[in-house]
């Protein structure tokens, strides 16, 4: 079973529409993270929940909007997309605690056109 | 503010050498640091943790060093094979508590038979 599973792998929209990418976790964690990677590879935290409630929110536009339903997900929902919205996302976990490991997903990759 | 910097963007290596890796970072005092692997089209690995109290940490062939002093981190692979290949990143956490684990670019590495 995979740890962290995202959903979908590959998404290919037009500018202006909205989209969704969906987390889930099945190791029993608690903390949840959205992270962005660009082109240039780097890898920069966006949000951060944990138990549901939001305690990472990076400067990010509000065009972006996670959800939390329970421990488990974390999606992630994109407003009127933007040529600057491509990247990878990637959604990662711990258990909590400032010394844990964080797990990753094996990412989506966001291409807007 | 504060910056993490890792030593090259691409690090080629023959088979069998010992690659060395550079993480440093300034304005920052972490608790502890981690280093992650991460392959092409995947989500990041994690490999290593390291507290601020510890000089070396050691798994298989892998060797982690953390020098508060010089605000840097080494990583050392000894005998390194092409399967080692991949991108290497580390990330220093402010730890006491804090949820936010922010990532270096990375190190590409490329071991050559």
């Known amino acids: 079973d995979t740890a962290v599973s995202q959903t979908p792998k590959y998404l290919v929209t037009q500018m202006g529409n909205d989209k969704s990418i969906k987390c889930e976790q099945n190791?029993?964690?608690?903390?949840m993270y959205w992270y962005k990677q660009d082109s240039k590879k780097f890898l920069k935290i966006m949000f951060s929940?944990?138990?549901?409630?939001?305690?990472i929110n990076e400067t990010v536009p509000n065009r972006f909007s996670p959800k939390s339903p329970d421990k488990a997900h974390l999606n992630l929902h994109i407003n009127s997309l933007e040529l600057g919205d491509s990247a990878v996302y990637f959604c990662?976990?711990?258990?909590?605690?400032?010394?844990?490991?964080?797990?990753f997903g094996s990412g989506t990759q966001l291409s807007v056109l | 503010s504060q910056k993490i910097e890792q030593n090259s963007e691409a690090l080629n290596i023959q088979e069998g050498k010992t690659a060395t890796l550079t993480c440093n970072y300034t304005?920052?005092?972490?608790?502890?640091l981690q280093w992650y692997r991460q392959d092409p089209g995947r989500g990041p690995v994690f490999l290593l943790l390291?507290?601020?109290?510890?000089k070396e940490k050691r798994k298989e062939r892998l060797k982690v060093t953390f020098d508060t002093t010089l605000k840097q981190s080494l990583f050392h692979i000894t005998a390194s094979q092409p399967a080692d290949s991949a991108t290497y990143l580390c990330a220093p956490s402010p730890g006491a508590g804090s949820y936010q684990l922010t990532f270096g670019k990375g190190t590409k590495l490329s071991v050559i038979p």
């Open positions: 304005n920052y005092s972490p608790a502890y």
């Open positions: 390291i507290r601020e109290n510890e």
């Open positions: 990662a976990s711990h258990r909590g605690g400032q010394t844990e490991k964080l797990f």
């Open positions: 929940y944990n138990n549901k409630e939001l305690i």
């Open positions: 190791l029993g964690h608690d903390t």
